[in-house]
């Protein structure tokens, strides 16, 4: 089955840039709608950014509108998360995600994934 491991953790100062990674196991991965997702102590998980299976099509959250792009490598099976002019509020456990029980995507919900990372964790300096 699909697995996920992120990588780009990291420490850095409000206004500096970090990419995130995740690499997908599984010769089909890149078929699989994606997503990033964020979590802090005491609040659910949050959707960050998603991707359909071709990589041409995006959704972003509202707070992360023009500082975070999201983007795949379908043939080496990596997804990434670049993200700019980081916040303080933008600390937190970052996951990646397949959809492989779903077709095209790109989906915004918890409940559309199905394979899950173990998180990175990232931290912004105020």
């Known amino acids: 089955q699909v697995q996920l491991v992120e990588s780009g953790e990291g420490l850095v100062q409000a206004g500096g840039s970090l990419r995130l990674s995740c690499a997908a196991s599984?010769?089909?991965?890149?078929?699989?709608?994606m997503g990033w997702f964020r979590q802090v102590p005491g609040k659910e998980r949050e959707f960050v950014s998603a991707?359909?299976?071709?990589?041409?099509?995006?959704k972003y959250a509202d707070s992360v509108k023009g500082r975070f792009t999201i983007s795949r490598d379908n043939a080496k099976n990596i997804l990434y998360l670049q993200m700019n002019s980081l916040e303080p509020e933008d600390t937190a456990v970052y996951y990646c995600?397949?959809?492989?029980?779903?077709?095209?995507?790109?989906?915004?919900?918890?409940?559309?994934?199905?394979?899950w990372g173990q998180g990175t964790q990232v931290t912004v300096s105020s």
């Open positions: 995600a397949a959809a492989t029980k779903a077709y095209s995507g790109p989906y915004s919900e918890n409940g559309d994934y199905n394979r």
């Open positions: 991707i359909n299976w071709s990589g041409f099509t995006t």
């Open positions: 599984g010769l089909t991965a890149g078929r699989y709608a």
